[in-house]
């Protein structure tokens, strides 16, 4: 490369490299066949170049030297003017002995199935070639010991491990204890999830091992075969032949990066999906695995060059694993090339001929200086256009439907029951949380214990009452196994006994200390509940910028393309009840379009987030407000006569049209009261006579329930309502409408009579009591919001913060990118599961915390109205707070960044169609920003990414009966309200170009195939309006009574409604932060705690300026007969720029979360 242009680039139009012959006949194959080859096609050969060739030999398996990758770089190898490439055949590698091998003066060869390594060591022994990548250590890349041994002895951050050797000559190395939820290996402990690999390189029948908090199983990875890369397996117990790896498993979020290096300075890294995540192999249109390439942090570089030395393979891939900020490396795998890269092609064959030449020319006498490559210039994404662009999604979200729950208190003083509690730390904090599968054992082995006792000795000291000891044996016997999510005991510590509490505590109080056993058991996820999540998550698409390409024909996708290309930085968390997770883990199945079992992608993509009260409640966090709440309540509610104007001053303070609608219903508390158990009673009577007829023997209710079970949850609930007194324990009517609302939606084709009435009656009883219990007056709602989720709102403003800021995410690398025209969008999505207590609180934030003036705000008046006729939050209720960003407007100006508040109260409940709160649309126009909204071009427009196959998205027009999405903004699908023309809403429709109308979609018709934005039915809209495209098998056009396919009776779910579309992040984050200061000192002091964690667990701060500036430690110069990773020379620009993501950790033991 020391001549310039067509000297150097002689012969480019063939590839010089040749298949090898036996001995000398190769070594001389230099001028004479390369002139001759020339000659043969036309090519006129300069006579005076009698310079000596420098043979560049390639020793593998076929398979391997005729690559395309391989043969993609030869070719370009071949064009460096001095360097032939010959390729040893394979039968020769494998039946000729290495004397008869073609010579070389330099070797590339690589173990691979069937490679004889042992002849090659040899061979280089013979001819003492430069070596590209040393064959020793090639044996040690084999073992995944040895590659474990030698990155720790360079530094190199692994997962933690042990190593299971089944050897019989050193059994002190295999020692293996395995429990229901942790192995130990030689003493040390793996908690689950854990990761079992074996201890032979080629074989890659790597096994992940879930938590049964989880739902248990393993995934089992192996290579890949066909589209496919991984399945689940129930099995849940590890090996017990063979010799294995254990290692702690890292929650990279479903993302694996490979990083290829070629010499110590070059490295190029590409992310794929996890195989561990779903086992489906995302394909492109050629069959290949998608990978996109991403940008290494400095110290990912470091790693890389310390990874190429170490173990002397110039060029070597290795798998980086991004987790909790870090990045650890777990494999090592030699000899690799990037599949399907121009651009890595070009490098690796310039990074690579430019070694043989430093190293051979001098020796060789050859005229060749170091060349001097420019620099190259980072592409910086530049954007155009007057509409905003889509920079972070935030949504709080409740859990989907559920069995009712239900709960046993009972008062013990064995000492059995002591015993547990001191051996899992009870006295430490006074409380004791049961649920891990060996713990629910061993509180059922003593329940057992007690009864025999008391069946054999019925004059023992046993103050347990045996009734209570039955139903914990029986709840704790249900399913035949513990699955960890849907039972749980909890113990408190009671120094001077309990006091007598409810209708079920008849001893009288006992002297000394005790314990109060809670028995919970229900409000599992119901797999209707798992559809509304998978739905719903499906129907998130939509609120991204519409994709391409791949994508095109089916809407939503954008936000599929965002995330599969590394531009959208995700971060589920959940709260840490069973149904919670579940929810979050099915959300996620729908978002990002995966397969299979949930469990996998509870482990690797939900966070539980159960610390300082983030999305989890903490009753002893709570001020003594909603105590006072609860008993004014239940003052109210016991006056035996109809509500008076007094009663709708005191119960009604905010004037809310559902909770006077809810009393005007009830009219007189307890006598609505006295009809309800009534109801009751006559229910657990059918139910009786039922389990009396035969023919109801062996009847399966929804979801395996059984009569007897029926039976019981509504005896319990019958005995509790009415306490001895005869007053009504009030606080029993949620658990009364969550069982008839269960029974109404999931066994109603029993048949039970007067099924409705009581849903209808204690509906309107649980529209007054639930959201009463979190605050009556306007004050107390704040006080008990700020109590319940301050932590929450203090990480929603973190998060809106940062998404402006310099972020560590994964960012793709513009230069190797191929069909992303906009490497540099990024969009930063963080999801919230959570329960309905969060949910209300949040929602009483906003409302009455003084976000705007809804005096002043006609918009903010009608979403104020909007909101108090919202009777429930109902399951899968969120509320999204999206931000946009006008990268036309100054940086510091308040109209760079915009933000929008959303609300959808969920699930469709029974008999909702009729009297359903109408809100405006999602994302109307409001009048002032309309003119500024009319431009039809977008930032967000994704059609770029695939030139070659861009469609531009057509308006839909929808009636108002089933609003989608009727603003536009940022490529959001357009749509326009048929029938909401009223004065109201006349200010908020938005007039979509016409020029763009779509001549295949009618502008009337279509609302009868929707169900709203996330109903199932949405991803047919494109379908309708474009060729014939294969229909999503689970998604068809529905109304609110079919529900989703596939699940009879599941009820569709309420569309996102706008609550305010013109809000500056100034003014959104003046809001929180002026509510976090108005906190209580204890809270504020909690809260400031949570901030300083947050800050001490981001990621430390890289110089973003200099991370293009390749890595260069001086390394002494070896002799050219030495390997050629010891040589240094002028660094090649490594491929790859930008900090990794930081996740969240969830170790057992430790949980901690920083503010991503």
Not at 14 to 22: C, D, K, N, V
Not at 501 to 526: C, F, I, M, N, Y
Not at 918 to 947: C, I, V, W, Y
Not at 1131 to 1145: E, L, M, Q
Request: net charge negative; with cysteine.
């Amino acid at each position: 490369m020391s001549k310039s242009g067509g000297q150097e680039m002689c012969n480019s139009e063939l590839p010089r490299f040749l298949i090898g012959r036996e001995g000398g006949e190769s070594r001389e194959l230099g001028d004479t066949i390369m002139r001759n080859i020339s000659g043969h096609y036309g090519e006129e050969e300069d006579e005076d170049q009698s310079e000596r060739q420098i043979v560049v030999g390639i020793c593998s398996m076929m398979k391997k030297s005729k690559s395309k990758p391989m043969t993609e770089i030869l070719e370009r190898l071949c064009k460096f003017e001095y360097i032939t490439v010959v390729i040893f055949p394979e039968e020769v590698i494998l039946n000729e002995p290495v004397e008869k091998w073609p010579l070389c003066d330099c070797l590339i060869s690589f173990h691979s199935k069937g490679f004889p390594l042992d002849k090659a060591v040899s061979y280089v022994k013979l001819r003492n070639p430069l070596l590209i990548n040393d064959l020793n250590m090639q044996y040690f890349i084999q073992d995944r010991r040895e590659v474990y041994r030698i990155l720790q002895e360079e530094g190199i951050d692994l997962p933690r491990y042990a190593v299971l050797n089944r050897d019989p000559d050193r059994p002190e190395e295999c020692n293996l204890v395995e429990s229901e939820d942790h192995v130990e290996v030689n003493g040390e402990v793996f908690h689950k999830p854990f990761v079992e690999k074996p201890v032979s390189a080629e074989d890659h029948n790597v096994y992940i091992y879930y938590p049964t908090s989880a739902g248990g199983g393993s995934q089992r990875l192996f290579r890949k075969i066909g589209s496919r890369s991984s399945v689940y397996s129930p099995e849940s117990t590890v090996r017990k032949t063979g010799s294995y790896i254990y290692e702690e498993f890292m929650p990279t979020d479903g993302t694996d990066v490979k990083v290829y290096t070629v010499g110590p300075d070059y490295a190029h890294a590409e992310a794929r999906k996890s195989p561990a995540l779903d086992g489906k192999v995302e394909r492109d249109s050629e069959g290949k695995e998608i990978r996109y390439p991403v940008m290494l942090t400095a110290m990912e570089k470091l790693v890389a060059r310390k990874v190429c030395l170490a173990f002397k393979q110039t060029v070597c891939g290795f798998d980086l694993l991004r987790a909790n900020g870090h990045s650890f490396v777990c494999d090592v795998n030699g000899f690799s090339f990037v599949k399907n890269s121009m651009k890595y092609y070009d490098d690796c064959a310039k990074v690579l001929g430019n070694m043989v030449m430093r190293e051979l020319a001098p020796q060789l006498h050859i005229p060749w200086s170091i060349p001097m490559e420019a620099e190259d210039i980072p592409i910086v994404p530049t954007t155009s256009g007057t509409m905003m662009e889509l920079r972070c999604v935030i949504a709080v979200i409740r859990h989907g439907d559920r069995t009712p729950k239900q709960k046993m208190k009972m008062e013990v003083r064995n000492a059995l029951f002591f015993e547990l509690f001191e051996k899992y730390g009870g006295y430490k904090s006074g409380k004791l949380k049961l649920k891990k599968p060996k713990q629910l054992q061993e509180v059922l082995d003593i329940a057992r214990q007690l009864l025999a006792e008391l069946v054999l000795h019925n004059d023992c000291e046993i103050e347990e009452k045996k009734s209570k000891l039955e139903q914990l044996k029986t709840v704790l016997e249900m399913y035949g196994h513990f699955s960890g999510i849907n039972r749980k005991v909890q113990l408190t510590y009671l120094p001077n006994g309990q006091p007598k509490a409810s209708s079920e505590e008849e001893d009288a109080l006992k002297e000394g200390p005790s314990l109060l056993l809670v028995l919970k058991w229900g409000g599992e996820l119901t797999p209707a509940g798992r559809v509304q999540a998978e739905e719903l998550g499906r129907a998130f698409r939509c609120m991204y910028p519409g994709g391409q390409g791949d994508y095109a024909g089916f809407p939503g996708c954008g936000l599929l393309r965002l995330h599969s290309t590394y531009r959208h930085d995700l971060k589920i968390y959940a709260s840490d009840e069973g149904r919670v997770q579940m929810t979050a883990a099915a959300f996620a199945k729908g978002l990002l379009a995966l397969e299979g079992e949930l469990t996998p992608i509870l482990v690797q993509m939900v966070k539980s987030a159960n610390m300082n009260g983030l999305l989890d409640s903490d009753s002893d966090s709570l001020t003594d407000c909603q105590q006072r709440v609860k008993a004014r309540l239940h003052e109210i509610m016991q006056k035996n006569k109809e509500f008076n104007e007094e009663d709708y001053s005191k119960l009604a303070s905010t004037s809310s049209p559902s909770l006077v609608n809810s009393m005007g219903v009830i009219v007189n508390p307890v006598s609505t009261c006295d009809q309800v158990h009534t109801l009751i009673q006559s229910l657990t009577c059918q139910i009786c006579k039922r389990l009396e007829d035969p023919k109801s023997a062996d009847l399966q209710l929804y979801h395996s329930e059984t009569l007897e079970l029926m039976l019981q949850r509504w005896s319990k609930l019958e005995r509790d309502f009415r306490m001895k007194n005869g007053r009504y324990d009030i606080s029993k009517i949620p658990d009364i409408y969550d069982c008839v609302k269960y029974d109404t939606q999931h066994n109603s084709s029993l048949g039970l009579e007067d099924t409705l009435e009581l849903f209808r009656l204690s509906r309107a009883l649980a529209d007054i009591i639930i959201p009463q219990e979190y605050g009556i007056t306007k004050a107390e709602k704040l006080d008990i919001a700020s109590a319940y989720c301050l932590p929450l709102v203090k990480k929603i403003q973190l998060d809106l913060q940062r998404t402006h800021e310099d972020e560590a995410v994964n960012k793709l690398h513009p230069l190797y990118s191929r069909g992303v025209m906009s490497p540099g969008r990024h969009v930063r999505t963080r999801l919230y599961f959570t329960s309905e207590s969060h949910v209300h609180s949040l929602l009483n934030i906003f409302r009455y915390g003084g976000l705007l003036d809804e005096q002043k705000d006609e918009q903010w008046k009608q979403a104020m109205d909007y909101l108090s006729a919202v009777t429930e939050l109902n399951y899968m209720t969120q509320i999204v707070i999206m931000l946009y960003e006008d990268n036309n407007k100054d940086p510091s100006s308040e109209e760079r960044f915009h933000v929008e508040l959303h609300f959808s109260p969920g699930v469709k409940g029974c008999k909702d169609e009729d009297n359903a709160p109408m809100g405006f649309g999602f994302r109307p126009a409001s009048s002032e920003n309309h003119e500024k909204q009319t431009d039809p071009g977008s930032l967000e427009d994704l059609s770029q990414d695939e030139p070659d196959r861009a469609v531009l998205t057509e308006p839909i027009s929808i009636q108002r009966k089933s609003p989608l999405i009727r603003g536009r903004k940022a490529g959001s699908m357009e749509a326009l309200s048929e029938n909401n023309t009223s004065s109201r809403g006349l200010a908020y429709r938005i007039f979509p170009s016409t020029s763009r109308q779509s001549p295949e979609i009618k502008p009337s018709g279509l609302g009868a195939q929707c169900a709203g934005l996330f109903s199932a039915s949405f991803p047919n809209l494109r379908d309708l309006a474009r060729a014939p495209r294969k229909k999503p098998s689970s998604i068809r056009s529905l109304s609110s009574q079919t529900g989703f396919e596939g699940c009879s009776l599941v009820p569709s779910i309420y569309p996102l409604e706008t609550l305010h579309n013109s809000l500056s992040l100034k003014q959104v984050d003046e809001f929180l932060t002026t509510l976090c200061k108005n906190g209580s000192e204890t809270q504020f002091k909690r809260l400031k705690s949570l901030s300083a964690m947050f800050e001490s667990h981001s990621q430390p701060s890289i110089d973003v300026e200099n991370l293009e500036t390749p890595i260069s430690t001086p390394v002494q110069n070896q002799p050219a007969s030495q390997s050629l990773w010891y040589a240094s020379g002028p660094p090649s620009t490594v491929s790859s720029a930008g900090p990794s993501s930081p996740s969240v950790a969830e170790p057992s033991s430790n949980f901690r979360f920083n503010s991503e």
